[in-house]
């Protein structure tokens, strides 16, 4: 497939591990320059001087947390000129913290969710957005939600809640942008092995481990394909909703394991 992407600038969120960082690998191999974009600034570090070295791109990092907008528009807002020519952008950053009943959630963990995965996601696209407009050129909206925003499960209120709200806010950017040159996608994976379910289960590895067994998961560097392949498809090409399971996965409550 033609090379489409090559010095572009692509703005990952969520880049210091898992889908984040598999995408940064894969469009820096294509030739993307990026700015990446986490709370680990260490790992950044050490990405940007390995991606850098290993394919002579440029690499720009930057250290905020999605849930503080101060944080989120003075740092897009104090980017160098010729890096708000992003054409790109990657809206990544998301987590889930417990498996719990709707009636027993932590709030602690209740805000957490929601300040990532919804007002974060809010806080990126509506700051990058506006630069997009202004280059004048075909620019791509990704944006990753999961098959958790189709259909709940137990245990997944308020999770699956904010993945329902991604689907929403893709679907009303797409209707609002469709005079413009911005091709909105929304990109909904199912079992992925990274640190989510870490995450989720506050770095229990015996119960994030219990996830994946009996079925061989997707891994971050498929979905990451699968996204650099829409950020690399014609201009005139745009494709609102795709979703990404493992081969014995339906839904995101429909999932055949080998016990």
């Keep these: 497939m033609e090379n489409r992407v090559k010095n572009k600038i692509a703005f990952i969120t969520g880049a210091s591990s898992g889908i984040g960082k598999a995408c940064a690998e894969k469009l820096a191999k294509l030739g993307a320059n990026l700015i990446l974009t986490a709370r680990r600034k260490e790992i950044l570090e050490n990405l940007k001087k390995d991606l850098e070295e290993k394919y002579q791109i440029k690499v720009l990092i930057l250290t905020f ?13 104090s980017l160098p000129d010729d890096w708000k020519n992003i054409e790109i ?9 417990g498996l719990d009943k709707f009636h027993e959630y932590k709030i602690d963990d209740v805000d957490k ?15 990058i957005i506006p630069l997009m407009l202004k280059t004048d050129k075909v620019c791509s909206v ?12 137990p245990g997944g209120s308020i999770y699956c809640s904010t993945k329902f709200a991604v689907k929403a806010l893709s679907d009303s950017m797409r209707a609002d942008l469709m005079d413009k040159k911005i091709k909105v996608t929304n990109i909904k994976p199912g079992l992925v092995e990274t640190e989510f379910s870490v995450v989720r289960f506050r770095g229990d590895q015996d119960k994030a481990d219990s996830v994946y067994k009996g079925i061989d998961p997707l891994y ?12 690399n498809l014609p201009d ?6 795709l979703s990404i399971t493992p081969l014995h996965q339906a839904s995101g409550i429909h999932i055949f394991k080998n016990n």
């Design 65 to 77: 947390d999605v849930r503080n907008y101060d944080e989120v528009k003075s740092n897009i807002d």
């Design 142 to 153: 990704i944006n990753i939600g999961s098959v958790a925003g189709d259909i709940a499960y």
């Design 220 to 231: 971050a560097e498929d979905v990451a394909e699968t996204i650099v392949y829409v950020a």
């Design 89 to 97: 952008l990657i809206n990544n950053a998301g987590l889930a913290v």
């Design 113 to 127: 969710m929601i300040d990532t995965n919804v007002k974060g996601f809010i806080y990126i696209g509506n700051s």
């Design 236 to 241: 005139k090409i745009q494709i609102p909703e």
